[in-house]
């Protein structure tokens, strides 16, 4: 690797069928953060990873309706506080970034 590489990027911890999945991967990374690949910039903001979120993955995403086949979407998204909404995402962000972290590698 030494003589043929430069860096060396790793794209998680997980086994893909070859190269090609992995360069779009990175393509997708990068492209993302072109001006304009968005429809808003600040979609990019608060994302899995990102500084914003200290580095852990994503809170959980819910739409309408708010209930659906007996799946609701947790009450406290429902409540219009923003505040309490912006702790239950960061405690969410940080309950997925443990699992994570804990997950045997196989």
Same mark, same amino acid.
């Given at each position: 690797?030494?003589h043929?590489?430069?860096?060396?990027?790793?794209?998680?911890?997980?086994v893909?069928?070859?190269?090609?999945?992995?360069?779009?991967?990175?393509?997708?990374?990068?492209?993302?953060?072109?001006?304009?690949?968005?429809?808003?910039?600040?979609?990019?903001?608060?994302?899995?990873?990102?500084?914003? #979120?200290? @580095?852990?993955? =994503?809170?959980?995403?819910?739409? +309408?309706? !708010?209930?659906? /086949? $007996?799946? *609701?979407?947790?009450?406290?998204? #429902?409540? @219009?506080?923003? =505040?309490?909404?912006?702790?239950? +995402?960061? !405690?969410?962000? /940080? $309950?997925? *970034?443990?699992?994570?972290?804990?997950?045997?590698?196989?």
């Amino acid at each position: 690797m030494q003589h043929f590489c430069s860096d060396a990027v790793s794209i998680g911890r997980y086994v893909i069928a070859g190269g090609e999945l992995a360069a779009m991967v990175v393509c997708d990374a990068i492209l993302r953060k072109q001006p304009g690949a968005l429809g808003d910039a600040d979609s990019a903001v608060e994302e899995s990873f990102s500084a914003a #979120l200290e @580095g852990d993955p =994503e809170y959980p995403h819910y739409t +309408r309706p !708010a209930e659906f /086949r $007996e799946w *609701g979407v947790p009450e406290v998204l #429902l409540s @219009g506080h923003h =505040e309490e909404i912006r702790q239950w +995402r960061r !405690a969410r962000s /940080r $309950e997925r *970034g443990a699992a994570t972290d804990e997950a045997p590698l196989s």
